[in-house]
């Protein structure tokens, strides 16, 4: 059985599902199975939303103060599951909330998501991954045409909505592509951080 909750480097992490719209290339489940505290990380079944709320409510987050939804997958695809467990995270255990997506949430669920992702949750980060639509669509490979542009008008919603906002990008772009992304952050007021791939 897959773990829902994992600790990775000093956060705790809620995997709760594997479903995903994007292909990315670069994608950590196309290496391993597992990450941090977790095994394996694949679900035999994508669990209920009542199995993530139990999950979050019988863990003992001592020495955590937030709840990072980052799964195998995209947190929302399972909308209904992350704004309850989000939700229950945050006035039941009094954790800071911050979900980590691919930024597609509003084609998926054929909806502004951003109003109700604002309730619940504290911090999002963005997965730019390219400097442009055109390598947007190679490396992330997304199921929806325009994605990159979908993708960039989510953050921006964001931005207006949500306390904190970040796009992030690994350092193994082209120094060129880099630069891009530099002057999206900047011309869109949305923060840039560089992770280093490892
Ligand atoms: S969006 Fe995330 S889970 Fe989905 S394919 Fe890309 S890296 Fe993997």
């Avoid at 597992?34 to 993530?52: F, I, M, Q, R, Y």
Wanted: charged share 30%; hydrophobic share 30%.
């Amino acid at each position: 059985m897959a773990d829902i909750l994992y600790t990775y480097k000093n956060s705790v992490y809620a995997n709760i599902t594997n479903k995903c719209n994007c292909s990315c290339t670069f994608c950590i489940r196309s290496q391993k199975d597992g990450l941090g505290s977790a095994d394996n990380l694949w679900h035999e079944k994508n669990p209920t939303k009542d199995e993530v709320l139990d999950a979050i409510r019988n863990y003992d987050f001592s020495g955590f103060d937030e709840l990072v939804f980052c799964g195998y997958g995209e947190p929302t695809c399972a909308l209904d599951t992350l704004l309850a467990a989000a939700k229950l995270a945050k006035e039941e255990k009094g954790l800071k909330t911050r979900l980590n997506t691919n930024g597609l949430g509003n084609e998926e669920n054929g909806r502004n998501i951003v109003p109700e992702l604002s309730e619940v949750i504290d911090s999002v980060s963005i997965s730019l991954n390219a400097p442009d639509a055109k390598k947007y669509q190679e490396v992330s490979r997304p199921k929806y045409d325009n994605g990159f542009d979908k993708m960039v008008d989510f953050a921006g919603k964001c931005k207006d909505q949500v306390k904190e906002v970040k796009w992030s990008i690994v350092d193994v772009l082209s120094e060129e592509d880099i630069e891009k992304c530099k002057k999206l952050s900047f011309n869109t007021g949305i923060e840039l951080r560089i992770r280093h791939f490892s």
